[in-house]
């Protein structure tokens, strides 16, 4: 069964659901039959790809709140993080345009590196404070999940993944996706925000269940005999 997230990763939130969803799903008894899509989605596509300003000093621009209740937020979501193992230094990180790590995400997931690569741009940006869209940055991260570091770039020269990025954003439209994080199951169920794992649970349950009836599992009643493996054992 596919679940499919859109996700930026630029919000705080989008870290703490995907670490919620992993409790849910690693708990889960049909995990193995689990697929998970990666979908791109930009909360701010006007940010500039240099960094020049502090995530308070762009929080109170952008939401109009006074810096002293912009740092009380994030110190709330700083605790949140905290709460499911995650640490946050939204005072060091570099406010930056993400459609460059989007490109990433996309090459990656072509790779079956997606959740990989999601989980590395989420700790380089608010654990470690580096600037995601800078592509030597990139490049280095994509070698540490296992990327091919010849064919790395090609992830910013071929167009094919900036389309896939805004093919994705038009996908949440369509679908009236204006918030993230937000997980689609099956495309008939959906989980929105950065929910307590619980809730992730019944939705895998629910749409499992329903899944599961439409895509019966195959069991062979099988006679054995000598065979050979794909190991080359031959008996």
Same mark, same amino acid.
């Given at each position: 069964?596919? &679940?499919?997230? !859109?996700s +930026?990763? =630029?919000?705080?939130?989008?870290?703490?659901?995907k670490?919620?969803?992993?409790?849910a799903?690693?708990?889960?008894?049909n995990? *193995?039959?689990?697929?998970?899509? !990666?979908?791109?989605?930009?909360?701010?596509?006007?940010?500039?790809?240099?960094?020049?300003? $502090?995530?308070?000093?762009?929080?109170?621009?952008?939401k /109009?709140? $006074?810096? /002293?209740?912009?740092?009380? =937020?994030?110190?709330n979501?700083?605790?949140?993080?905290?709460?499911?193992?995650?640490?946050?230094?939204? +005072?060091? $990180? #570099? &406010?930056?345009?993400?459609?460059?790590?989007?490109r990433? &995400?996309?090459?990656?997931?072509?790779?079956?590196?997606?959740?990989?690569?999601?989980?590395?741009?989420?700790?380089?940006?608010?654990?470690?404070?580096?600037?995601?869209?800078?592509?030597?940055?990139?490049? #280095?991260?994509?070698?540490? %999940?296992?990327?091919?570091?010849?064919?790395?770039?090609?992830a910013?020269?071929?167009?094919k993944?900036?389309?896939?990025?805004?093919? *994705?954003?038009?996908? @949440?439209?369509?679908l009236? &996706?204006?918030?993230?994080?937000?997980?689609?199951?099956?495309?008939?169920?959906?989980? $929105?925000g @950065?929910?307590p794992?619980?809730a992730?649970?019944?939705?895998? /349950?629910?749409?499992?269940?329903? !899944?599961?009836?439409l895509?019966?599992?195959?069991?062979?009643?099988?006679?054995?005999?000598?065979s050979?493996? %794909?190991?080359?054992?031959?008996?």
């Amino acid at each position: 069964m596919k &679940i499919e997230i !859109w996700s +930026d990763v =630029m919000c705080p939130f989008c870290y703490i659901g995907k670490r919620n969803f992993e409790t849910a799903l690693e708990q889960f008894a049909n995990k *193995d039959d689990i697929e998970i899509v !990666w979908k791109s989605f930009q909360l701010d596509p006007s940010i500039p790809e240099i960094a020049d300003e $502090s995530y308070l000093d762009y929080l109170v621009k952008r939401k /109009g709140m $006074s810096p /002293g209740q912009v740092a009380g =937020m994030l110190a709330n979501v700083t605790q949140s993080a905290k709460e499911v193992g995650l640490e946050y230094n939204l +005072d060091k $990180s #570099q &406010i930056v345009n993400s459609f460059k790590a989007h490109r990433f &995400i996309q090459f990656a997931k072509e790779k079956k590196l997606g959740t990989e690569m999601e989980e590395r741009l989420f700790r380089a940006f608010f654990t470690e404070a580096k600037n995601i869209a800078d592509i030597e940055t990139l490049a #280095q991260l994509g070698k540490e %999940i296992g990327l091919d570091e010849n064919e790395l770039k090609t992830a910013f020269t071929d167009d094919k993944y900036a389309y896939q990025v805004n093919q *994705d954003i038009q996908e @949440a439209r369509t679908l009236g &996706i204006s918030g993230v994080p937000f997980f689609v199951f099956d495309r008939k169920f959906a989980v $929105s925000g @950065a929910q307590p794992p619980q809730a992730f649970s019944e939705t895998l /349950g629910k749409s499992f269940t329903e !899944w599961r009836k439409l895509n019966p599992e195959t069991k062979l009643e099988v006679t054995r005999g000598q065979s050979c493996s %794909i190991d080359g054992a031959c008996e």
